[in-house]
């Protein structure tokens, strides 16, 4: 079995894709706003969302007989900045790869690969 390994944001997001825990949906950062561009408030305020969605910090899921831990928002905002400095990733595309993970797990808990609204993010991503 194959898995992307994006880093560290990707063990949140996975967290947060099999924990399903109901929220806002977005963050209330721009959406616009090209995620490498993000001061340091609004990378705080977008992590902030995506832990929450999570079920906060820490927080442990298994799949597939691995143990996930749901990143820090200081984890997630280091994570941020590994983004490549080109990359045009929007808050907005950020946000609905995270949705889509959430909606996708759902459905199919542990589902390697990620859904097509996180393409651009994966683009994003050095490897």
Request: aromatic content about 6%; glycine content about 8%.
């Amino acid at each position: 079995m194959t898995r992307i390994a994006i880093p560290i944001v990707f063990s949140a997001v996975l967290f947060i894709a099999c924990s399903g825990n109901e929220g806002d949906e977005t963050s209330g950062v721009a959406p616009s706003e090209p995620v490498v561009d993000l001061s340091a408030s609004d990378e705080e305020e977008l992590c902030a969302w995506q832990v929450e969605l999570a079920g906060g910090e820490g927080q442990t899921f298994q799949c597939d007989g691995e143990t996930f831990t749901t990143d820090t928002r200081a984890e997630c905002v280091l994570s941020l900045s590994e983004i490549d400095d080109g990359c045009s990733l929007t808050v907005e595309e950020y946000e609905a790869c995270i949705v889509s993970l959430i909606e996708e797990r759902m459905s199919d808990d542990c589902k390697d690969g990620l859904p097509s609204a996180c393409d651009v993010y994966a683009d994003c991503i050095s490897v």
